[in-house]
């Protein structure tokens, strides 16, 4: 699959994406602060560089994109091309290294996917809310 854009096209298009202050992060961080949670960090030490930290909690919550973290990658991995198949292999393999690595030194690890995120916030924070028990 070729891609629709000019390189120079696309390379405006991917300049524009963040990696942090995402819109879906937007979204939960007005959610926690309409809930009065400010006992949050954006913390960008641990691995991964979770969106939102908890330290007294020791929850790390991440924020992932649909696409670029591989929601379901497996139903849908065949339309890509190989440097976009390799890519988000890439990304899902350090997400889960990362994962990995939180939970062994102790940290609770809360995956928010864009579409859950997108469809219900409160419902998001009410999964960080009982995990804070």
């Known amino acids: 699959m070729t891609d629709i854009f000019t390189r120079r096209k696309r390379s405006q298009i991917m300049s524009k994406i963040r990696s942090k202050d995402t819109g ?4 939960i961080l007005k959610e926690l602060k309409s809930r ?9 030490e641990l691995p991964g560089k979770p969106d939102f930290v908890f330290r007294k909690q020791h929850i790390a919550v991440f924020c992932d994109g649909d696409f670029w973290h591989g929601y379901k ?3 849908w991995n065949r339309k890509l091309n190989k440097f976009w198949r390799t890519k988000i292999t890439s990304n899902i393999t ?4 990362n994962r990995v690595m939180l939970r062994k030194a102790g940290w609770k690890v809360l995956r928010l996917w864009g579409h859950e995120i997108k469809k219900n916030p409160s419902k998001c924070v009410d999964w960080i809310e009982a995990i804070m028990g």
């Open 24 to 27: 879906i992060e937007i979204v």
């Open 36 to 44: 009065s949670l400010k006992d949050f960090v954006r913390y960008a």
């Open 73 to 75: 990658f497996g139903s």
């Open 94 to 97: 350090r997400d889960r290294k």
